[in-house]
């Protein structure tokens, strides 16, 4: 069975940094598409971060380029989002998809960006 379950979401102020967890079960992220998107309170979900399968090429909305990084660790079978530079308008709930290509999606975990 496919699970993911994000962590480390929080209360950070500006200009402060988190890293976002994405556990993975019952299949290897290496051998996904995995994908960080964000859904802020009254808006769209926007994609923000891919890692493609294989050797992991990676790529990034323009609203975070620079500031954020998606990694994955094959022996934990996790993917991360290290933001930096958090920003007010980063504030969200940030989900973990997996695309196999069947597509599953965490449970999400809240960012609020806010001093």
């Known amino acids: 069975q496919v699970q993911l379950v994000e962590s480390g979401g929080g209360l950070v ?20 598409l995995m994908i960080w998107h964000r859904q802020a ?6 994609l923000v971060a891919i890692i493609a399968r294989g050797i992991g090429i990676t790529n990034y909305a323009d609203s975070v380029k620079g500031r954020f990084t998606i990694s994955r660790d094959n022996a934990k079978n996790t993917v991360y989002l290290q933001m930096s530079s ?3 308008e980063d504030t969200a709930v940030y989900y973990c998809k997996a695309s196999k290509p069947d597509t599953y999606w965490g449970q999400g975990t809240q960012v609020t960006v806010s001093s």
């Open 13 to 32: 102020q500006p200009g402060g940094s988190l890293r976002l967890s994405c556990a993975a079960s019952g299949f290897t992220v290496s051998s996904a």
């Open 86 to 88: 958090l920003k007010p």
């Open 41 to 46: 309170a009254g808006k769209e979900s926007e």
